[in-house]
C-alpha cells in the first residue's frame, strides 16, 4: 500500500490551500482516512479524521477553518486549508486504515508528507 500526499506549499496568513492524498496498492476497502501534521521540534499530532461512513473529527485548533473529506471512488482523501494561520506551518501527513483484498488490515502514514509554510 503507498499513499502519495500533494498539494501542499507556501501561502500567505489568511490564504488556503488543498491538500490531496491518493491511496494505492493492495486496497479492497478504505476504512478510516486521517490528516496528521508535525511542526519542527513539536510532536505528530491529529489534524482530522474521516470514516468510510463520511463522519469526521477535527483538532479544536483547526475546527472550522479545515475540512477533509474523501472520494472513495478514487482512493483519495482531501484536507481543505482555510484562514491558514503561521501555527498551521508544518508536514502534513496521510493516514489510512485499509483492508486489503487477503482481509488483512493495513495502517500507515505516507512517506513524505507535504510541508506546508504559512508566512507573509
Known amino acids: 500500500v503507498q499513499l502519495v500526499e500533494s498539494g501542499g506549499g507556501l501561502v500567505q496568513p489568511g490564504g488556503s490551500l488543498r491538500l490531496s492524498c491518493a491511496a494505492s496498492?493492495?486496497?479492497?476497502?478504505?476504512?478510516?482516512m486521517a490528516w496528521y501534521r508535525q511542526a519542527a521540534g513539536k510532536e505528530r499530532e491529529l489534524v482530522a479524521h474521516?470514516?468510510?461512513?463520511?463522519?469526521?473529527i477535527y483538532a479544536d485548533s483547526v475546527r472550522g477553518r479545515f475540512t477533509i473529506s474523501r472520494d472513495n471512488a478514487k482512493n483519495t482523501v482531501y484536507l481543505q486549508m482555510n484562514s491558514l494561520k503561521p501555527e498551521d506551518t508544518a508536514a502534513y501527513y496521510c493516514?489510512?486504515?485499509?483492508?486489503?483484498?487477503?482481509?488483512?488490515?493495513?495502517?500507515?502514514?505516507g512517506g513524505q508528507g507535504t510541508q506546508v509554510i504559512v508566512s507573509s
Open positions: 496498492g493492495n486496497i479492497f476497502r478504505l476504512n478510516a
Open positions: 493516514n489510512a486504515d485499509i483492508t486489503t483484498w487477503a482481509g488483512q488490515r493495513w495502517t500507515g502514514f
Open positions: 474521516i470514516t468510510n461512513d463520511g463522519s469526521t
